[in-house]
């Protein structure tokens, strides 16, 4: 079980670490700090103050689309040096030039996994380790059968696997996730479609773009 705790201000991560200690989780995501733009250097900083003061192993979240900055190759490296507990992370940069650079520089003890489904395959290519995925909510059987593939070396079959969900990959960012894979996952009988204010449920436009991909997929899968 691992708990995303990251925030803006690094003493609330401190303070959602320590509840998450409490109920004995496994590891930790720990999104890089959002709206307050620091430099890579913070970054640093940050992470190093977050890991001194837990136990569990991190996982750094790169993900600039919603935070607004970017971890770069090297800062990683750094972070992972400096900070022994800090054993992963997830890059959903989308720059697989970056995340290239990135698997090229780092140690052995620091895993890469895709925070992308679309692009899990490449970057298992490339020598990620997996993937931490919106697809496998809905889809977890469909979305090991192209990571074992690619783990067991068959890059045919994870081409082929790849090809047949790779449009609900996409279609479940039609709009502003989680909406999308909310309403899938009330449509298999998953879970409700209530999400909480400043997001809303997906548009009927949205609903109507997900029940055809649905159905194109009721051939390839049983859920």
């Known amino acids: 079980m691992i708990v995303g705790t990251g925030s803006n201000n690094t003493k609330k991560v401190i303070e959602n ?67 022994s507990n800090v054993i992963a992370i997830k890059e959903a940069s989308g720059n697989i030039s970056q995340i290239a650079k990135l698997i090229s520089l780092k140690p052995d003890s620091l895993s890469v996994v895709s925070g992308n489904d679309d692009q899990t395959l490449p970057i298992m290519a490339l020598g990620g380790d997996g993937v931490i995925s ?35 990959m996409t279609k479940l960012f039609v709009e502003t996730s989680p909406a999308p894979v909310k309403y899938v996952m009330y449509k298999l009988g998953l879970c409700e479609n209530v999400l909480r204010l400043p997001l809303v449920s997906a548009s009927k436009n949205a609903e109507k773009i997900l029940n055809s991909e649905m159905d194109k997929l009721k051939s390839l899968v049983s859920v």
């Open 134 to 168: 919106v697809f496998s909510n809905p889809y977890p059987a469909q979305m090991k059968q192209i990571t074992e593939a690619m783990l067991n070396d068959d890059l045919n079959s994870a081409q082929n696997y790849n090809n047949e969900y790779i449009s609900m």
């Open 17 to 83: 670490n320590k509840m998450a200690e409490q109920l004995k989780v496994d590891g930790l995501l720990i999104v890089n700090p959002y709206y307050n733009k620091g430099t890579q250097e913070s970054l640093v900083e940050h992470y190093k103050y977050i890991a001194k003061r837990t136990p569990l192993p991190i996982i750094l979240y790169n993900v600039p689309s919603r935070t607004g900055m970017n971890i770069l190759p090297e800062t990683v490296i750094k972070i992972h040096e400096e900070c």
